[in-house]
């Protein structure tokens, strides 16, 4: 009877060891960088904004002291990501990725506002990057930004994709904005529900030529580009 008491008590102890061991070996363990999710999309509003602002001219884009930059986008070869099947060794990957916040465009060429009409790219699978900083005025003409609501809307053949500050704002499920919108079809992407002087915008817009699996023989560029205010 004391063996079978003893025996128990040992075995008891070795399991009680075990489950320490294994809590400070977990508690030791790094705990991986959490994701930035991406921020949850606005929709912009239906109504007709109060003032509209043309950013393909140069007085457009002057009343935010900004200028657009241009560069393309190529298709990199890179390894598979970990825990690809065995069929799938090559990953495809674009470059730049100047969505991203802080991304350097300094050696990137500038481009008249007028310029965004230009049509760019030899055709098929192509992708070109626009960018510019946009800083909020007090006053546009009579019109007094504080309070107001600012829309981004662009319209670029064929597809967008819109970065603002690093972030493409989506949802799974829900209306993003600055994801694809359709073929030749706007984004409109809210870039604050109440904006005052002084207000900075790093805006990144990612032209693509489409339909994609056409790969079709046509050109990128601007159909529209306006900053929408809202009171």
């Known amino acids: 009877m004391r063996k079978y008491a003893f025996a128990t008590f040992a075995v008891c102890a070795a399991l009680i060891a075990c489950l320490l061991n294994s809590t400070i070996v977990s508690a030791q363990a790094p705990t991986p960088p959490a994701t930035q999710p991406a921020p949850v999309p606005v929709v912009a509003p239906a109504l007709p904004p109060v003032l509209t602002?043309?950013?393909?001219?140069?007085?457009?884009?002057?009343?935010?002291?900004?200028?657009?930059?241009?560069?393309?986008?190529?298709?990199?070869?890179?390894?598979?990501?970990?825990?690809?099947?065995?069929?799938?060794?090559?990953?495809?990957?674009?470059?730049p990725h100047a969505g991203?916040?802080?991304?350097?465009?300094s050696s990137w060429p500038a481009i008249d506002a007028k310029?965004?009409?230009?049509?760019?790219?030899?055709?098929?699978?192509?992708?070109?990057?626009?960018?510019?900083?946009?800083?909020?005025?007090?006053?546009?003409?009579?019109?007094?930004?504080?309070?107001?609501?600012?829309?981004?809307?662009?319209?670029v053949d064929d597809y967008a994709e819109v970065w603002v500050d690093g972030q493409?704002?989506?949802?799974?499920?829900?209306?993003?904005?600055?994801?694809?919108?359709?073929?030749?079809?706007?984004?409109?992407?809210?870039?604050?529900?109440?904006?005052?002087?002084?207000?900075?915008?790093?805006?990144?817009?990612?032209?693509i030529n489409g339909p994609i699996s056409v790969a079709p023989l046509n050109t990128v560029w601007f159909r529209e580009a306006k900053i929408e205010f809202y009171k």
Not at 62 to 68: K, L
Not at 73 to 85: D, K, L, S
Not at 100 to 105: I, K, T, V
């Open 53 to 95: 602002v043309d950013l393909m001219t140069a007085e457009g884009i002057g009343n935010f002291s900004a200028q657009w930059k241009n560069m393309d986008a190529r298709i990199v070869e890179g390894p598979a990501m970990p825990g690809a099947g065995e069929k799938w060794t090559k990953s495809y990957d674009l470059d």
């Open 100 to 105: 991203e916040a802080g991304y350097d465009d």
């Open 115 to 155: 310029d965004l009409s230009v049509r760019r790219g030899g055709g098929k699978l192509f992708f070109t990057w626009y960018r510019t900083n946009l800083t909020i005025p007090a006053r546009i003409g009579t019109f007094d930004t504080t309070g107001a609501m600012a829309v981004l809307r662009v319209l």
């Open 168 to 207: 493409l704002p989506r949802a799974l499920g829900r209306p993003s904005p600055g994801a694809i919108q359709g073929f030749n079809m706007p984004n409109r992407i809210v870039l604050k529900d109440s904006v005052k002087p002084g207000d900075k915008f790093q805006v990144a817009i990612f032209g």
